[in-house]
Every structure is written in structure tokens, then in C-alpha cells.
């Protein structure tokens, strides 16, 4: 067996079993398989494994939709200090984004994905969905798809600009700078709206999925029309539109940080990002009061998804993530990313889960090898909580 497949990096005593899981993981997983897997509990990091080629602990990768997760964090920390209300009117912050019929939705319905502005006609170039303010700007003036509140459908690439535009509006600042200045800088976290220059040498590009010929056959038969509200929401109609796997290789998107999807990160900043969140850290009390982690962990939309076309379920942004993962706790939320990465937080049993992948996995989102890596962390944590009772 070759050393590049077998996992690097660090368990604390109690974790070995999770050692041995991503073993296995990567084993199966074969090929050129490259992750990382990162977990705090209490705010102490209790996992840090990595493994593959060119892939190590402090690699950093394109996140797509785990971004998703500091912008909602981001939200709620404005929330928790006043400055937006959930309740409140979008166009009170924002004003031209009450034209064609949006003037009612609120916050809370923008976070809950039952806007309906999920794209715009003709989509976007990659220079503007690299653009959060771009973004906002066209969508102010566009016309949601459903009407707003009657559906809950995926904003997939649009809903940190929107958000983003709140942030800016009420701050004067750009929701990349306050995570920057409130979140990541204090922290020291590998996790970038906007990735420095001095940083790119740690980017590892991201590699395409490699589907079997099932698989193959799998995605041809669950293909939409490029004009149907998932294509629009997916910037499918745009005649050059780029291939969603391709994203963060654009130096522009890695630049600009897309709210949405443009982020970087490794596990480390993931899991990093979460346990701050909810935990003490160095020193540091939880960014998030315990009222308000459980407000945007509350379900808000749970069904049919009109965008994704399967069944989903969010809190305020957030994934309701014990509908993901059932051995998690009420009240846990985070964000997955398109090629396979999770993370989110536990507060019940204070964990903090970060995985990152280098390939794209099939069929997309959350890599399945998560349903497997989630039990063994949180297992081990139910251990650990055992052990210190008895």
C-alpha cells in the first residue's frame, strides 16, 4: 500500500477508532482519493487527518457550498448584535429589491429559500457570479420564480450575494470583509472569502468526477432543461456557462470569494470555523449565544425542494443537519459543498465536524463517505462522554 494512501496526521486519545474508519474510507475509496477530516469537541481539536496524493493537513481546496455556512454565520452574528431583523421587510434594508412583486419577502423567507430568486433570465458570466455585488444588483431587478413563500427551493448560487447585500447595506462593509475581520483573522482559520495571493501555492486544484458507467447513466437520466427553474438556478442556460467543478480553479472566483461558492478552505477551517461558533476557543467565548444558534437551527423549510428536486431540509441558511445524519443532536446545523465536503456543529454534544475532498464525488453534494465518518467522530464522542460519567 502505498504511504500517500494511508492517513496522516493526529487523534487524541479515545479517537482512534475515527483513525481507523477513514482507513478504511480511503481504501475503499481507492485511486487518487485525497481528504481531509478535522473535529473539535468543546472546542478542542480532537481529529486531524488528512491523506492522498499532492493532499496534507494544511492543503486547501475549493469548498463550493460549505462558503454557504460563513455567510449564514455571518448573518447571525448581525442578527444577534440587532443590526438585521428577521422579520423585517428585504427592501427596507435594500429598497430596489421590491420590484417585480419581491417587496413582502422578509429575511427569515430569503434564509429559508422560499424567495423564489434563484436566478436571473439569460444567467450569469463567470466574471459576474464571481461578483456578489454584480449578483445583487441583477437580482434586485428580477422576478422570483414561484411565488414568494407558497415553495422553498435551493438559491444555490445566489443566496450569499443576497444575503451579502443585506450585510453591506446595514454594515457598509462587504459580508468577505466582516467574516474576515469578525470570524476568520481572530481565529486564524484556513477558511478565505477571498483568497490572498501569498496563499495560492497551498490551493490544490479541483479534479472532475470520474463517474462509473452506472453513474453515468444515473446523471443523464436526472438531467434538467437548461431554461427550467433548476437549470436557471444552476447558471445552466448561460451559453458559455462554466462546469460547476471548475469554479474554483478560476483565480477570479478564488480572488473574489462568491458567498455562495467561491470559498477555500481545509477541514481545519471548517471545523475551525463551527467550533468557534459554538465554543469556547482559546480564550474566547462562543461567537454565536446559545439562543441564537438554536434560532437558525430551527427547521423553517422541510419537503420537496422545487430547485434540488429531492428532499431537503434548512433551518435560517443552514442545513438541519440531524435530517442528514440522524445520530446528531437537535439543533445542529452546518453546510455541505458540491464536491463532497461537510461540516457543522453539534451543540448538544459540542462537536465540530470538517471534511474536505479534493475530487468531486458522486452524485455531488455531501460525499457519501460522510454518513460513515460522521457515526465514527460522534461515536467516539459518546465514548468519551460515557467514560468521564462513569
Excluded at 500500500?1 to 474508519?21: H, K
Excluded at 414561484?146 to 435551493?154: D, L, N, Q
Aim: glycine letters at 12%.
Amino acid at each position: 500500500m502505498s504511504t500517500e494512501s494511508i492517513p496522516q496526521g493526529t487523534v487524541a486519545a479515545g479517537y482512534e477508532s475515527v483513525r481507523e474508519e477513514f482507513a478504511a474510507v480511503a481504501a475503499d475509496q481507492g485511486g487518487d482519493y485525497a481528504a481531509q477530516l478535522v473535529a473539535h469537541v468543546g472546542g478542542r481539536r480532537v481529529v486531524d487527518l488528512w491523506v492522498g496524493p499532492e493532499f496534507t493537513g494544511s492543503s486547501l481546496t475549493g469548498v463550493f457550498s460549505s462558503t454557504k455556512g460563513a455567510a449564514y454565520l455571518v448573518v447571525a452574528l448581525l442578527v444577534q448584535d440587532g443590526v438585521l431583523d428577521l422579520d423585517q421587510r428585504v427592501s427596507h434594508y435594500w429598497p430596489e429589491f421590491g420590484a417585480e412583486g419581491k417587496q413582502g419577502i422578509t429575511l427569515r423567507d430569503l434564509l429559508a429559500h422560499r424567495a423564489g430568486v434563484v436566478g436571473v433570465e439569460g444567467g450569469f458570466s463567470l466574471d459576474e457570479l464571481a461578483d456578489d455585488l454584480v449578483i445583487a444588483e441583477r437580482l434586485a431587478a428580477a422576478r422570483p420564480f414561484w411565488r414568494p413563500g407558497t415553495a422553498f427551493g435551493y438559491h444555490a448560487l445566489v443566496i450569499g450575494a443576497l444575503t451579502g447585500e443585506l450585510v453591506r447595506r446595514t454594515t457598509g462593509r462587504t459580508l468577505q470583509e466582516v467574516f474576515e475581520t469578525r470570524v476568520r483573522a481572530p481565529y486564524a482559520l484556513d477558511f478565505y472569502l477571498g483568497l490572498p495571493e501569498d496563499q495560492e501555492d497551498r490551493f490544490r486544484t479541483t479534479l472532475p468526477m470520474l463517474p462509473t458507467p452506472t453513474q453515468l447513466a444515473e446523471l443523464e437520466a436526472g438531467e434538467t432543461a437548461p431554461d427550467s427553474v433548476t437549470g436557471i438556478a444552476y447558471n445552466q442556460h448561460h451559453p458559455d456557462a462554466l462546469d460547476l467543478a471548475d469554479l474554483p480553479n478560476q483565480r477570479v472566483v478564488r480572488a473574489k470569494g462568491p458567498a455562495s461558492v467561491g470559498g477555500v478552505a481545509s477541514a481545519r477551517g471548517l471545523a475551525g470555523m463551527y467550533a468557534a461558533a459554538i465554543s469556547e476557543v482559546d480564550g474566547r467565548a462562543p461567537l454565536l449565544k446559545p439562543d441564537t444558534a438554536a434560532a437558525f437551527a430551527q427547521l423553517h423549510s422541510i419537503g420537496y425542494d422545487v430547485v434540488a428536486r429531492t428532499h431537503k431540509a434548512f433551518g435560517l441558511g443552514f442545513t438541519v443537519s440531524a435530517e442528514v445524519y440522524p445520530v446528531l443532536g437537535q439543533g445542529a446545523f452546518g453546510h455541505s459543498g458540491a464536491a463532497g465536503s461537510q461540516a457543522f456543529a453539534d451543540p448538544r454534544s459540542g462537536l465540530a465536524y470538517g471534511y474536505t475532498r479534493r475530487r468531486f464525488a458522486f452524485p455531488g453534494g455531501a460525499a457519501p463517505e460522510n454518513d460513515r465518518l460522521v457515526r465514527a467522530v460522534h461515536a467516539a464522542v459518546v465514548a468519551q462522554d460515557s467514560g468521564a460519567l462513569r
